[in-house]
């Protein structure tokens, strides 16, 4: 999981997308929390546009908790990209899906 906090601008969207960049492993899925950003300026669009192409290019699932200014742009612009209510949400989600997995590797197994 990663946490930004306070603002997202347009002169530290670079710097966030590098940061995240870290984080983002293969097989790990992925909770953007963005819950506590006070301000989301258009141009931090480039940065859950990132946090898309690196998981996709890392074959991961990637969750976004949005505050208020977060969720606003994104509705003006219509972009659509993973949700999650809050953090535990997210977390739960992503569970479920490594239990469902798990329970099909025998399954898969079996039939090779």
Same mark, same amino acid.
């Given at each position: 999981m990663v946490s930004i906090t306070g603002d997202v601008t347009d002169a530290n969207v670079d710097a966030?997308?590098?940061?995240?960049?870290?984080y983002i492993l293969t097989e790990k899925p992925i909770v953007l929390d963005l819950g506590d950003v006070r301000s989301f300026a258009a141009?931090?669009?480039a940065l859950l546009e990132a946090v898309d192409d690196m998981c996709d290019e *890392? @074959?991961?699932?990637?969750?976004?908790?949005?505050?208020?200014?977060?969720s606003r742009?994104?509705?003006l612009? /219509?972009?659509?990209?993973?949700?999650a209510e809050s953090v535990p *949400? @997210?977390?739960h989600h992503f569970s479920d899906v490594m239990s469902e997995r798990r329970q099909l590797l025998p399954i898969? /197994?079996?039939s090779a």
């Open positions: 966030l997308i590098e940061r995240v960049r870290h141009d931090g669009i *890392a @074959a991961v699932e990637w969750s976004l908790v949005a505050s208020q200014p977060v742009v994104l509705r612009r /219509g972009d659509l990209v993973p949700t *949400a @997210a977390l898969l /197994g079996k």
